[in-house]
């Protein structure tokens, strides 16, 4: 989650209120998990962050945000069409 978070922060750049440091980070990933972890045992499961979405419409109103804000698209030429990967995403998130 930490990873996710700070990569959230990276593509907004300068646009973000205050300064992010590990500890701005560590703040969100902590509120996220208060908010997402509906049985606190440190893993967010698909059923509990659709459950917290449906608890809190302000949840996929920011991803819808997020997902829908400006930025710049790259160069088809920068993208690598080589993902090789054939492991299934994962069910859950951990910090």
Avoid: W
């Amino acid at each position: 989650m930490t990873d996710v978070v700070q990569a959230v922060y990276d593509l907004m750049g300068k646009q973000t209120d205050t300064p992010v440091d590990e500890q701005t980070v560590g703040q969100k990933v902590e509120m996220l998990f208060t908010t997402l972890d509906l049985n606190k045992d440190g893993v967010i499961t698909l059923d509990e962050f659709t459950e917290a979405c449906a608890r809190d419409s302000t949840i996929v109103y920011n991803i819808d945000a997020m997902l829908h804000c400006d930025i710049a698209v790259l160069n088809s030429s920068d993208v690598s069409s080589d993902v090789t990967s054939s492991d299934p995403p994962p069910r859950a998130i951990r910090r």
